[in-house]
């Protein structure tokens, strides 16, 4: 089946950095996109891979490899407005449908 | 730039009763998706529009769901009849083109449904 895996939980300390895991199982691969949700509200755009390496936005950076089908999320110098739950998305093939992780909740803690 | 409308915010209905959600996408936009996103899970795609024609509506419960963009703009969704387990947050996101799917869609604040 296809399918992106990321870890359920994730704390770390106001200040810290912290990275967060995503492997993906897709038939074919076009790419490996983030996104950040706070309880309540929408998921928000943070960035997409799509050939391997490092992308830096800002605090946050997106890393991919696609021999080994894996990707993270790095978040540095987190702030309490961080915490929020982070997925990982894919193509599911070439149809364009996305398919989600089922999302990383990251709390920071003062 | 206006980001996407969603209508109503929330809705609670008992089970077997209708719903419809409705969506406004960012203009200029001509893919829009519904999600279907229960607590805890990531969203999982419902119905994929591009214009007013429907791209991939694989994952949609056909017996119960239907979903229309007439005129290539606003969306409805709607549910008939509803069941316990349709409760769950009905997201609408736009993206330029179907190769915005792979780069960046732009999520509304959805609608949270309980069905009791």
């Known amino acids: 089946g296809q399918s992106l895996e990321q870890p359920s939980e994730v704390t770390a300390v106001e200040g810290a950095i912290v990275q967060i895991n995503c492997t993906y199982q897709?038939?074919?691969?076009?790419?490996l996109s983030w996104y950040q949700q706070h309880d309540g509200g929408a998921p928000t755009f943070l960035s997409y891979n799509a050939l391997d390496g490092l992308e830096e936005t800002g605090r946050f950076s997106s890393f991919l490899s696609r021999s080994d089908s894996y990707g993270y999320l790095l978040l540095q110098e987190l702030q309490m407005k961080d915490s929020a739950s982070y997925f990982c998305s894919s193509p599911m093939d070439s149809s364009y449908k996305l398919i989600f992780g089922s999302g990383t909740r990251l709390l920071v803690r003062p | 730039e206006a980001g996407v409308a969603q209508s109503p915010r929330y809705k609670i209905i008992e089970k077997r009763q209708s719903v419809a959600f409705w969506c406004n996408p960012i203009?200029?936009?001509?893919?829009l998706y519904w999600y279907q996103q229960i607590l805890g899970q990531g969203p999982k795609l419902l119905i994929q529009f591009q214009n007013n024609g429907v791209v991939d509506d694989s994952q949609l419960p056909k017996d119960r769901f239907s979903a229309e963009r007439l005129k290539g703009v606003d969306s409805t969704l709607k549910i008939q009849p509803a069941k316990l387990e349709d409760s769950a947050v009905y997201l609408c996101?736009?993206?330029?083109?179907?190769?915005?799917?792979?780069?960046?869609?732009?999520f509304g604040p959805g609608t949270r449904l309980t069905v009791l």
């Open positions: 203009s200029g936009h001509a893919t």
């Open positions: 897709t038939s074919g691969f076009y790419g």
């Open positions: 996101a736009s993206s330029l083109d179907l190769a915005g799917s792979f780069y960046e869609q732009f």
